[in-house]
């Protein structure tokens, strides 16, 4: 059984930073592309990071690009968001997802498997 279980997420002021864990079971994401998305409320779900399965490409939304990094560490079978910079238009639940498609796919009907998420409140 897949679980991606998600973490790190919190309260935190304006300009702060927050890093967020995905720790992956059942599936070893060093075959898998993993991506981040968040979904405010109210909204739809959008995409935010992805990271193909080796680390050495990325792909961001253009509102995230330069504060926010994702990383893996395949050893640990875990996916980070480091998030910088952080204002109260990131507050939002943040979701872990793995998928078989290419790093630059942003679509959420592409995602196989998807975590609970982790809420982000970001006080102005």
């Known amino acids: 059984q897949v679980q991606l279980v998600e973490s790190g997420g919190g309260l935190v002021q304006a300009g702060g930073s927050l890093r967020l864990s995905c720790a992956a079971s059942g599936l070893t994401v060093s075959t898998w592309t993993m991506d981040w998305f968040r979904q405010a409320p109210g909204k739809e779900r959008e995409f935010v990071a992805a990271?193909?399965?080796?680390?050495?490409?990325?792909y961001y939304a253009d509102s995230v690009k330069g504060r926010f990094t994702i990383s893996r560490d395949n050893t640990k079978n875990t996916v980070y968001l480091q998030m910088n910079s952080l204002k109260p238009e990131d507050t939002a639940v943040y979701y872990c997802a793995a998928t078989g498609r290419s790093y630059y796919y942003t679509m959420s009907g592409g995602m196989n498997y998807w975590g609970k998420g982790t809420l982000v409140t970001v006080s102005s």
């Open positions: 990271i193909n399965w080796s680390g050495t490409n990325t």
